[in-house]
């Protein structure tokens, strides 16, 4: 069981930046690796994938509307997973989520952008991006 728990949200200018936290703790964190991933909900949409960084950190995923704006890292040391984001745009607004998704030994698959494919789920941080 790994339990994600986000912050870092708030509100921002257009052009502006924030980065947001996630830290997962839990039985399994010390004994089994976990690719993670953040997703977003803006109001009145569907939750949407944003980014996704493998459990050793070689290796990252994008949604393309914010490639090149937000940079997805982690700390394994500190079990913290971070979404540092630039130049934000109002239609970044959402609430974001972080996800945590078992990666099973010796699994060679690509990260995964789906929401089903995540096992666990923090309670989300707000951002809100004013023009």
């Not at 909900?41 to 393309?64: H, L």
């Not at 997805?72 to 130049?87: A, C, E, F, H, P």
Request: hydrophobic share 30%; charged share 20%.
């Amino acid at each position: 069981q790994v339990q994600p728990v986000e912050s870092g949200g708030g509100w921002v200018q257009a052009g502006g930046s924030l980065r947001l936290s996630c830290a997962y703790s839990g039985r399994t964190v010390s004994t089994s690796r976990y690719d993670m991933g953040w997703f977003r909900q803006a109001p009145g949409k569907e939750r949407e994938f944003v980014a996704a960084i493998r459990w050793s950190g070689a290796t990252t995923v994008y949604e393309d509307s914010v490639k090149g704006r937000f940079t997805i890292s982690r700390d394994n040391g500190k079990n913290t997973v971070y979404l540092q984001m630039n130049t934000l745009k109002p239609e970044d607004t959402a609430v974001y989520y972080c996800a945590a998704r078992l990666w099973a030994l010796g699994s060679t698959s690509d990260l995964k952008s789906e929401e089903y494919e995540y096992d666990y789920w923090g309670q989300g941080t707000h951002v809100t991006v004013s023009s």
